[in-house]
T-cell receptor, first 113, second 114 residues
Framework: SQQGEEDPQALSIQEGENATMNCSYK?????LQWYRQNSGRGLVHLIL?????REKHSGRLRVTLDTSKKSSSLLITASRAADTASYFC?????????????FGKGTMLLVSP | DAGITQSPRHKVTETGTPVTLRCHQT?????MYWYRQDPGHGLRLIHY???????DKGEVSDGYSVSRSKTEDFLLTLESATSSQTSVYFC?????????????FGPGTRLTVL
């Protein structure tokens, strides 16, 4: 079964606005990662947050992690049309070892000029 | 793209025919993965490999087999394709970044089973 569940399934915003996507998961994790997928392409790793971290920044990306609620959020600030893509969270659980990721169903983000 | 290629990129086949998809990597990574991506399901792991001739099942392995006779190639075979196997298939390699595990993905193969 899917470990992560993203919310919302789809998000439509204007350029310059912030986009927030949420991810919930079920089991204890070692770390949580966010990936991006442009239409017709493979996934690309964006950012990783460890289970003992609460917040992490990378450029216009901000990720938070709440292990008590088993949830994470990805914030993209000052969005651009080029941010249009699907975004997936992925978890490395404590039980599965460190070699497999479990992906959520993704949030489709549309940023209009 | 971590030197990952997939072939073919697109394939249309008929129900009951065998299909083999190839993933090729150029950077000698030990771990390789096959996923399928379907609307409403995200990415689901089919099989993965942790070395030559070492493979294991993922979440949705029924109807699929894999082989890895060389480090650089990971093959996914549908012995008798069914319409439910129409999907986009992604290959990935796994590697560490510091102490953490990341995956890098190939461009995908779109398979249509009629």
């Amino acid at each position: 079964s899917q470990q992560g569940e993203e919310d919302p399934q789809a998000l439509s915003i204007q350029e310059g606005e912030n986009a927030t996507m949420n991810c919930s998961y079920k089991t204890s994790i070692n770390n949580l990662q966010w990936y991006r997928q442009n239409s017709g392409r493979g996934l690309v790793h964006l950012i990783l947050i460890r289970s003992n971290e609460r917040e992490k920044h990378s450029g216009r990306l901000r990720v938070t992690l709440d292990t008590s609620k088993k949830s994470s959020s990805l914030l993209i600030t000052a969005s651009r049309a080029a941010d249009t893509a699907s975004y997936f969270c992925a978890t490395v659980s404590l039980n599965s070892g460190y070699s497999t990721l479990t992906f959520g169903k993704g949030t489709m983000l549309l940023v209009s000029p | 793209d971590a030197g990952i290629t997939q072939s073919p990129r697109h394939k249309v086949t008929e129900t009951g025919t065998p299909v083999t998809l190839r993933c090729h990597q150029t950077e000698n990574h030990r771990y390789m993965y096959w996923y399928r991506q379907d609307p409403g399901h995200g990415l689901r792991l089919i099989h993965y490999s942790y070395g030559v001739k070492d493979t294991d099942k993922g979440e949705v392995s029924d109807g699929y087999s894999v082989s890895r006779s060389k480090t650089e190639d990971f093959l996914l075979t549908l012995e008798s394709a069914t319409s439910s196997q129409t999907s986009v298939y992604f290959c990935a390699i796994g590697t560490t970044s510091g102490r953490f595990w990341l995956q890098y993905f190939g461009p995908g193969t779109r398979l249509t089973v009629l």
